[in-house]
T-cell receptor, first 112, second 116 residues
Framework: DAKTTQPNSMESNEEEPVHLPCNHSTISGTDYIHWYRQLPSQGPEYVIHGLTSNVNNRMASLAIAEDRKSSTLILHRATLRDAAVYYCILRDVNNAGNMLTFGGGTRLMVKP | DTEVTQTPKHLVMGMTNKKSLKCEQHMGHRAMYWYKQKAKKPPELMFVYSYEKLSINESVPSRFSPECPNSSLLNLHLHALQPEDSALYLC???????????????FGPGTRLTVL
């Protein structure tokens, strides 16, 4: 699976939008873009995933660049509970093992 | 029920001990995973079980021995560990519907292991 690059940390104010970037310049046509997050003292949890089109769900939105070399996870109104490490992961659709290879992630800090 | 449970939450063991970590899910998932996470680092995949058979072993030392007694249970048997094996051990599960399907992984809270 191709590699992703994320900032080590970001800071946000509560109730403001947060845009978490991810670069994946070596993405292949069969790589899905996934986001998981890990809250303190918990296991990771799924946030969202997409292939080419932008995606929305109850937790977040995923904006994917037209060339697919980058993507942005958008939290529309950050809360203190959103403070976590956010992982951007590429997974080949042909990866039958359903494996996830985590990169360094971005530690999001939310200020009240 | 979308929960993966892991026991114990914490475990302290000596280098000569034998212990086991347990993971359980009742979502009907046919894939189960063990990950290891060192402090301030991302999780690293150790093992994958598909339909109760070991399908992936990421070159894990033999002092870690996984076992999948049935489709709901996953164990990790530990023997002769080293202090550097101290970490958070995470279990996860997912559906397994073949290539081309996306199957979200559900993670447990982990077992924090300390090897003295």
């Amino acid at each position: 699976d191709a590699k992703t690059t994320q900032p080590n940390s970001m800071e946000s104010n509560e109730e403001e939008p947060v845009h978490l970037p991810c670069n994946h310049s070596t993405i292949s046509g069969t790589d899905y873009i996934h986001w998981y997050r890990q809250l303190p003292s918990q296991g990771p949890e799924y946030v969202i995933h997409g292939l080419t089109s932008n995606v929305n769900n109850r937790m977040a939105s995923l904006a994917i660049a037209e060339d697919r070399k980058s993507s942005t996870l958008i939290l529309h109104r950050a809360t203190l509970r959103d403070a976590a490490v956010y992982y951007c992961i590429l997974r080949d659709v042909n990866n039958a093992g359903n494996m996830l290879t985590f990169g360094g992630g971005t530690r999001l800090m939310v200020k009240p | 029920d979308t929960e993966v449970t892991q026991t114990p939450k914490h475990l302290v063991m000596g280098m000569t001990n034998k212990k086991s970590l347990k993971c359980e899910q009742h979502m009907g998932h046919r894939a189960m995973y063990w990950y290891k996470q060192k402090a301030k680092k991302p999780p690293e995949l150790m093992f994958v079980y598909s339909y109760e058979k070991l399908s992936i072993n990421e070159s894990v030392p033999s002092r870690f021995s996984p076992e999948c007694p049935n489709s709901s249970l996953l164990n990790l048997h530990l023997h002769a560990l080293q202090p550097e094996d101290s970490a958070l051990y995470l279990c996860a599960s997912s559906q397994l519907e073949g290539r081309g399907s996306y199957n979200e992984q559900f993670f447990g809270p982990g077992t924090r292991l300390t090897v003295l």
